[in-house]
């Protein structure tokens, strides 16, 4: 049997999940941010912010604090999402990139507030300090995390199968040499 036509395709299969992966428009976007205060609680908080839209303005599915130096209240990660007072959790992509945001979550009780770009304030205030800055969005940064697409690892990894079952084939059928 000529194997060629069927590497042919198994090799484009491959290749097309590739190159897939490295689409950053394909699904939602996730980014990692960190909030660094340097007022009279100087501290940072970090986290990400999940399921945005690229060339959109979209409101994020989570926003998961995964780290503070003020001491948040709750086990961390937390998702802080479910607080967020109405209409504030906006978050705009422009290629890839966060370009204008405001989120304000907290509970009634504001043993915790986070704020992004809210009144002009970024940080994290709770009951026991705060970490904040006055400044606009100078004291945040946010990093695209890079998440590959179930549908192209599947293919990606259909096609390696397919690779390695036509090799095992091939090794089977060719004579011991002498």
């Not at 304030?121 to 970490?131: I, K, R, Y």
């Not at 006055?134 to 890079?146: A, E």
């Amino acid at each position: 049997m000529n194997f060629k036509p069927v590497l042919a395709i198994v090799a484009a299969g491959t290749i097309a999940a590739l190159a897939g992966m490295s689409s950053a428009s394909a699904g939602p976007l996730n980014f990692a941010f960190s909030i660094t205060g340097t007022g009279t609680n100087p501290g940072s908080v970090t986290g990400e912010i999940e399921g945005l839209t690229n060339n959109a303005t979209t409101a994020a599915s989570a926003v998961i604090i995964t780290s503070d130096t003020i001491g948040f209240p709750f086990i961390q990660p937390y998702n802080t999402v479910g607080d967020v007072f109405s209409g504030l959790n906006s978050f705009q992509v422009t290629s890839g990139s966060i370009t204008d945001f405001i989120y304000f979550a907290g509970t009634a009780d504001s043993s915790y507030d986070l704020l992004f770009n809210y009144l002009g304030l970024n940080g994290l205030t709770t009951e026991t300090g705060s970490v904040l800055n006055n400044d606009g969005v100078s004291g945040i940064t946010f990093t695209p995390l890079d998440v590959p697409e179930p549908g192209s690892l599947a293919l990606l990894g259909t096609g390696l199968l397919g690779l390695a079952l036509i090799l095992r084939r091939r090794q089977a059928k060719v004579p011991p040499r002498a």
